[in-house]
């Protein structure tokens, strides 16, 4: 297996599923990954893979965010079908869209030092690696992800909590 | 007794304190009631952080109108897919085959449909990075309840993170992933860059995705798609940019080595024919039943050898161009 193989089976998945969870789309996530691993590709070292795919993943992340305002409106598009389509689901399929909505809307309280870090944890990365892309200090890494999965929780909650209450209302 | 610290919990919960600051998160997590307590409430908020993360790779099936789920960027034309199975070939793949069809005789017969048809490709790419991580499956309680987490034993409070670590911390990646070698990776050839074509690379990856989604693959059974794929007329070249008028025509002489050993001195082969961006090469004298394609780029033409007719045993190869031997 050539290096640009075994650098894609190894990380291509963790590095999807992190951009698919930070990005909310799984086809603008594949492209990302897809840069990041073109730009593997002309690297003559790494030192550190995984900490250098994240690193650059989040900041094409970081870059597109700014810059493509387009793509976006196409998602809030997508997203918007998407809810007119979502008309007669099943219950387990409705069910796992409103888990993903309040997921979703939790995950995007945060603030997004403490979002990377948490995605960035969840995909394995230690703490000197999440203190090296996100360039804060590895003491302080334990502090942002206790934040962070402390907000993530109360942030879900409330989500499941104010829907029940619209439920409730609408029923009464 | 200090005041818990969160942030030095989570840490530690996460495995990553070193041993003499474990060690003294572990005391105080045995003897204080009040450190005991915020240990507990920790390992229930990264339990649920983990819960709640995977929620977000479910996606909702039949939901999203099938001509908008994906972008019609993402279409990309056959060839630009042959051409970037190619390239992984160029890449240097470690090329064992027990099974494939001699690519000098029967490129284009073999060639399968996931390959070479892009509607293929598209649909299935998502599949491959579907799996929910596994510590969200193992972790996933029906609520999230913070304030409720419960209060582990003093057994397991006294346990290091590792210990723990399937129910308190997602220390280990949803795939493990393996420790990256401390050697510097060599991905690219020293020799001069030639201009990239990201064209190719982004086939090469679209194709790679495709390839896992479709089924699970052996190393082997990459190396037969690649080499098949290598074999079949390329009708547009875009990875030529290395190859020399020299090197290229039929008739050219290189040394062919093994990839895997320096040291090998290599046989000098002939170029039988071209195809696209592939060399066809056989030996001059000696082993006649030697065959060998290789591709040119950045300096160097890879590929690999074999003698057996259906390329069974295949090896990475290096070539170099050399003068031919007088007859």
């Known amino acids: ?172 | 007794m200090p005041h818990p610290d969160e942030g030095l919990i989570h840490a530690w919960l996460d495995g990553q304190l070193p041993p003499d600051e474990a060690a003294r998160v572990e005391r105080l997590v045995a003897t204080d009631p009040a450190w005991a307590e915020a240990v507990a409430e920790a390992r229930g908020l990264v339990a649920a952080s983990s819960r709640i993360l995977a929620a977000l790779d479910h996606v909702p099936a039949g939901v999203i109108p099938q001509g908008t789920a994906s972008r019609p960027a993402r279409r990309l034309p056959w060839w630009t897919k042959a051409a970037a199975a190619v390239v992984l070939v160029v890449g240097g793949s470690v090329v064992v085959m027990q099974r494939a069809p001699d690519p000098m005789t029967t490129p284009a017969a073999v060639q399968t449909p996931a390959i070479l048809n892009p509607t293929v490709i598209q649909k299935d790419a998502p599949r491959a990075v579907q799996a929910p991580p596994a510590i969200a499956r193992q972790s996933a309680p029906a609520s999230i309840a913070v304030a409720k987490a419960p209060r582990p034993t003093t057994d397991a409070l006294s346990k290091p993170p590792a210990a723990t670590a399937a129910v308190a911390a997602p220390t280990a990646p949803a795939e493990a992933l393996p420790v990256p070698p401390p050697a510097p990776l060599a991905l690219r050839s020293a020799a001069p860059a030639q201009p990239t074509d990201d064209s190719i690379g982004r086939a090469t990856l679209a194709r790679d995705v495709a390839r896992r989604a479709k089924r699970d693959v052996t190393p082997r059974e990459t190396v037969l798609e690649q080499m098949v794929v290598a074999g079949m007329p390329a009708k547009k070249s875009t990875v030529m940019g290395g190859v020399s008028a020299f090197s290229a025509r039929a008739g050219a002489c290189y040394g062919v080595r093994d990839a895997n050993v320096p040291s090998d001195a290599g046989v000098v082969m002939r170029v039988v024919r071209t195809d696209g961006d592939t060399l066809f090469l056989e030996p001059m004298q000696g082993r006649t039943s030697l065959r060998a394609w290789v591709i040119w780029r950045d300096g160097a033409a890879r590929g690999a050898m074999s003698a057996a007719p259906d390329a069974r045993g295949a090896v990475p190869v290096v070539a170099t161009p050399a003068a031919c031997p007088a007859p």
Not at chain 1, 43 to 68: G, I
Not at chain 1, 135 to 164: K, N, P
């Open chain 1, 1 to 172: 297996m050539s290096d640009t193989e075994r650098l894609f089976t190894t990380y291509h998945a963790a590095l999807v599923r992190y951009l698919t969870r930070r990005l909310g789309d799984r086809d603008w996530a594949e492209d990302i990954a897809q840069e990041t691993f073109l730009r593997a590709l002309r690297q003559e070292h790494l030192v550190n893979e995984r900490s250098w795919l994240f690193a650059v993943a989040t900041n094409l992340v970081r870059d597109e965010a700014r810059r493509d305002i387009r793509r976006r409106r196409h998602l809030e598009l997508l997203a918007a079908e998407e809810r007119e389509a979502q008309v007669e689901a099943p219950d387990v399929t409705m069910e796992r869209a409103l888990d993903a909505a309040d997921a979703r809307h939790a995950l995007d309280a945060l603030a997004d030092r403490d979002r990377q870090a948490l995605l960035l944890r969840e995909e394995g990365l230690d703490y000197p690696e999440i203190a090296e892309i996100l360039g804060i200090a590895v003491g302080s890494v334990g502090t942002t992800l206790s934040r962070a999965r402390r907000r993530l929780a109360e942030a879900y909650e409330a989500q499941g909590a104010a829907r029940a209450q619209r439920g409730h209302h609408a029923a009464s």
